[in-house]
């Protein structure tokens, strides 16, 4: 395979494959082989499919229509693909939202104030001047946004997932694969009296925050309180 640098500005590899029209409408099962520090000849496909029982999974992928072309990808780490990413179309720099939510119904992007940094399930706290985000649904679960121009622009903004869950129930969810949450206290506003300020708010029931992962930035350094943990059971029920 061929080393490129892919969209979300991270190194990749890829290959293309011919196959004959007569295979058009048929499944293929594939994987790749890695050479690293784990060794050489590795497989490489470790989470793709559900059966446990299955020692080397593999993905699949359905040949397009004759004359067709098709784009079969797999991703090593999520780590830059879900949450808020940025990533690169035609040299511009654009987010796209992405988010883990098997069992939803619908999925959007909600704002808050900055001075605030919590939505309530109710929506009390979402930035009535920003335009909801969309996702739609991608394949394995995911939900994820169309790209939204102009990253830098969206730097800084605290932000929640309102989903409807498989219940019907709209609940507003923190994103559990945020880089940084605005809250920097231990008050749960559903539990005791909050001030209203991020200072005591507590960070996982807290906005999350889009960042740039390729800039170190002062207001980021940790605290000495130990981050705060998020069950994803508890996350999405």
């Not at 709209?170 to 809250?183: A, L």
Request: with cysteine; charged share 25%; net charge negative.
């Amino acid at each position: 395979m061929q080393e490129i640098v892919a969209d979300d500005g991270c190194p990749a590899f890829e290959a293309t494959v011919n196959f004959d029209d007569t295979l058009a409408g048929q499944e293929i099962r594939w994987g790749v082989r890695l050479d690293g520090p784990a060794g050489a000849n590795q497989w490489g496909i470790v989470t793709e499919d559900p059966d446990l029982a299955v020692i080397r999974p593999e993905c699949h992928t359905i040949l397009p229509a004759a004359e067709g072309q098709a784009t079969a990808r797999y991703f090593l780490t999520l780590s830059r693909f879900l949450g808020a990413q940025k990533f690169y179309q035609g040299g511009a720099e654009q987010l796209r939202f992405a988010v883990w939510a098997p069992n939803a119904q619908n999925v959007e992007v909600v704002f808050g104030a900055k001075d605030n940094g919590y939505i309530d399930d109710g929506g009390t706290g979402i930035d009535a001047n920003r335009p909801v985000v969309p996702l739609k649904k991608i394949g394995a679960g995911i939900w994820a946004s169309d790209p939204l121009l102009d990253f830098q622009s969206y730097v800084g903004l605290p932000y929640m997932y309102r989903v409807q869950n498989a219940q019907g129930a709209t609940r507003i969810r923190t994103d559990i694969h945020s880089r940084w949450q605005i809250g920097r206290g231990d008050i749960n506003p559903k539990d005791k009296p909050w001030d209203g300020s991020p200072d005591t708010l507590d960070g996982g029931v807290s906005c999350s925050v889009v960042i740039d992962q390729d800039v170190v930035r002062e207001e980021f350094e940790p605290t000495t309180d130990p981050p705060k943990q998020i069950n994803d059971d508890e996350f999405w029920s």
